[in-house]
């Protein structure tokens, strides 16, 4: 916006003429009025002021972007790969990438339910992922019985599978081939039994002579089932299978204990 100002009159001394006679300068004249521009319309696109270059905006010039590109990322073969197609479908499960077969950890545990035929062909693949639920679960069941035993129960078990595996390569010579692996695995999957004494021991009132009865009724369990895993699964335990089984009896005696007292 132009505003006009009044400029006095400038007095210029003339060797000339008179002195005293003023020469009057008069304004250069305004030019016309122009009326403001509104703020915004320097910043919507329209003609910028001139006599502010600095603070012209066109934005209209700009090219507007309303929606957020996806990311593009790269295939295994290097070539661009969008968006939808990144899928997880060809990803194998978690608990496969984990080494966890857990049809074969069920087949495992319905062989040990029946003592009389227990099939020794599905204990040749050897894991740890079914003896420890089954440890879990024989101290959860202690946990709701009042005792917190976990941490005996894993002491227990390693000491025992030790103890085991000590027994079976003195009794075999240098013939035996059973590893420290396979007899961990085998004492924990036929910890099945404690743990269902443990769950009906919760319904069974303890000092009395069932509860006693129950305890040798499951340890004899346990014990014929790992004293014929470890014979037909080792070699050379056919001739021992006596020792052997003094052996494991004494270890899961020791459980049932925990159990009842």
Not at 32 to 52: E, I, K, M, T, W
Not at 114 to 122: D, G, Q, Y
Not at 162 to 169: C, H, I, S, T
Request: charged residues 10%; neutral net charge; glycine residues 8%.
């Amino acid at each position: 916006m132009a505003k006009e100002f009044s400029v006095p009159p400038v007095v210029f001394p003339s060797s000339a003429g008179n002195p005293n006679v003023p020469h009057q300068r008069r304004a250069p004249s305004a030019p016309p009025f122009q009326p403001s521009r509104p703020a915004s319309a320097s910043f919507v696109g329209g003609p910028s002021n001139p006599s502010l270059p600095f603070m012209s905006f066109d934005i209209g010039s700009a090219p507007s972007s309303s929606s957020f590109s996806a990311p593009v990322f790269a295939s295994a073969a290097g070539g661009p790969l969008s968006t939808g197609a990144a899928s997880f479908d060809d990803e194998p499960p978690l608990l496969e990438e984990l080494g966890i077969n857990t049809r074969q950890i069920w087949r495992k545990t319905a062989s040990i339910l029946n003592p009389f035929r227990v099939n020794a062909a599905l204990h040749e693949d050897a894991d740890l992922s079914g003896p420890f639920i089954f440890l879990m679960a024989f101290g959860l069941f202690q946990l709701l019985a009042g005792k917190f035993h976990f941490g005996i129960i894993l002491g227990w078990v390693t000491v025992a599978a030790l103890f085991l595996y000590v027994v079976f390569n003195m009794l075999a010579g240098r013939n035996g081939n059973l590893d420290l692996y396979r007899c961990l695995s085998l004492v924990g999957y036929c910890m099945l039994p404690m743990v269902i004494f443990s769950a009906v021991s919760l319904f069974v009132p303890h000092g009395g002579l069932v509860i006693f009865a129950m305890g040798a009724v499951f340890v004899l369990w346990s014990t014929r089932v790992c004293t014929r895993l470890l014979v037909e699964l080792a070699l050379y335990g056919d001739e021992h299978r006596g020792l052997i089984a003094y052996a494991c009896w004494l270890v899961y005696m020791l459980f049932s204990l925990l159990v009842i007292f």
